[in-house]
């Protein structure tokens, strides 16, 4: 199976690649718009701020071929929050994948949210044999409205989406590759779709 993680220069690459290779799979780095076409699977991660990272994914023209790859993707962190509609950090535009906006958790919570927390409603195969109320590890100031694409959700002084999905599209707030043996079975379900 061929894995490829869009290089964008916004990720937490290493630890996606060990969570991958602790699976058997080998997840290359890849800006090649050739390359990412001809993947069974392409995984979209992303640490850091939105309005930059989209001028990097601008900049190489991936933000062209994301929204067009048939293969199952999977956004993590703020890849996923860049597939969205719009994100308020930085007042960006997003890919548009999934019909949600990005918004930034009120000051009168902690910000980030930092830690691990409860996901729950799931609802897609990317959750097979995973139990409602699971922990995973979140690090994040901006959260995804919940929506009709939700597919999971995590309660943080109120619901949000932390999981989406829209056809082959897959997004998720939390870190799989940092949710030990819960975040491992996520990613082999994703292999698995």
């Not at 548009?96 to 691990?116: A, C, H, Y």
Request: aromatic fraction near 10%; glycine fraction near 8%.
């Amino acid at each position: 199976m061929k894995l490829s993680i869009v290089n964008y220069g916004a990720g937490n690459i290493k630890s996606i690649q060990f969570a991958f290779q602790r699976l058997g799979f080998e997840a290359k780095l890849s800006d090649d718009p050739e390359d990412i076409l001809k993947s069974d699977k392409v995984i979209f991660p992303g640490v850091g701020e939105a309005k930059s990272a989209m001028n990097k994914l601008e900049a190489s023209g991936l933000n062209a071929l994301i929204p067009q790859l048939k293969q199952p993707v999977l956004g993590i962190c703020l890849g996923m929050q860049l597939m969205c509609n719009h994100t308020e950090e930085g007042n960006t535009t997003g890919l548009g994948i999934f019909d949600t906006e990005v918004k930034r958790f009120s000051n009168d919570l902690k910000v980030p949210q930092m830690g691990w927390n409860i996901i729950k409603d799931l609802k897609s195969p990317l959750f097979k044999d995973i139990e409602e109320g699971s922990y995973m590890y979140l690090v994040h100031s901006y959260y995804a409205e919940y929506c009709e694409e939700s597919i999971a959700t995590t309660d943080y002084g109120f619901n949000y989406a932390s999981a989406l999905e829209n056809d082959n599209f897959f997004g998720v707030q939390f870190h799989p590759e940092k949710s030990s043996v819960i975040g491992e079975k996520l990613l082999q379900n994703f292999l698995n779709l």
